[in-house]
């Protein structure tokens, strides 16, 4: 491998001054465009590539950003994480990614590895772990350290930082009302995220619907847990009954377990049974009948945590204030719910 050259040498080879290669690489109007095109032409020539650590040390700022995703494979923590890359870029971040696969320790342990000097700030959504737990002691110890944080979907309340949410109580009204609207009157709720902030703010909303059209909530038909092998089997035994004629499934699994069973149990999609299901990824538009959902828009999401976080970095504040932006769902009918 040829090795790269250094100010010092391409001074050297060039005749002139390490200050002049300097400005001459850093496109400074004080050197002549002759002078410049000379430097930057020898300098490839010579593989020289600029040390992008000792600039950041010297300037404070590493213009990098820090990401943890509780799980990559959820389509709508891609999109979320699409629209940050986007915004982040557009702006001259770079972006750093880490998986925490819903763990409160690996969580933990990306943030202290980052917060060293890799990156200026963090984009997060708040692992399972971590949320059932109830801990936050990492997160109030890297704003100590004076780096912002921004947390999207899954928030920690107690934690003071910008925050970027969707209306998932107001999403869940509109999504019974729609069902109330289509006919509905004994609606079932299926949650696999009792332990998340977005799951119970759902159910919250679901009851909410029902009570305000004076439906009386019925205990069987509300399969709240953590654990899919215990939802899988009460959700089988609910639609056995026959009794249910609307579902909402406030996350992927039970949207695609409900179908899937109804499905096979002979149940009618949407004659006999409504479903809306929340998070709009590739799958729903290609399940047959193709699913209803609450659509979140990950990318918008994404794009408005890059805008906060950024703004905290250029914008430094002697008092800090905190924003929460609330993203409008839209609700999406497709063949699972009647029109």
Known sequence: MKPKATLKQIAKDLG???????????????????????VQEYAKLQNYKPNTMAKNLKNQ????????IPNILNPFFAKV???????????????????????????????????NGTVDGFILS????????????????????????????RIMEDVLCDKVVVDDFESSVEAVNHLIQ????????????DNLSVGKHRALGYERALQDHEITIRSNYVIKTDSEKDFDSRLKKLLSTGEIDGILAVDEHASTMAMKLAIQLGIKIPEELCIIGFADGVWSRRLTPSLSTISQHGPEIGHEAARLLIDKLENKQEIPTYKTTVIKTELRQRESTRK
């Open 126 to 153: 708040v692992a399972e772990e971590t949320q059932k737990l109830h801990e936050f002691s990492h997160f109030k110890e890297i704003l100590r350290e004076g780096l912002p944080i921004v947390m999207f979907d």
């Open 182 to 193: 289509s006919g509905c009157s004994k609606i079932a709720l299926l949650s696999c995220i």
């Open 81 to 115: 994480f699409s629209g940050i890359e986007q915004a982040a870029n557009k702006k001259g971040y770079n972006v750093i990614t880490y998986i925490s696969n819903e763990s409160f320790l690996k969580e933990k342990q990306a943030m202290d590895l980052l917060s």
């Open 16 to 38: 002139i001054s390490v200050s002049t290669v300097s400005k001459a690489l850093s496109d400074s109007h004080e050197i002549s465009d002759p002078t410049k095109l000379r």
């Open 61 to 68: 700022r590493t213009n990098t950003i820090g990401v943890i």
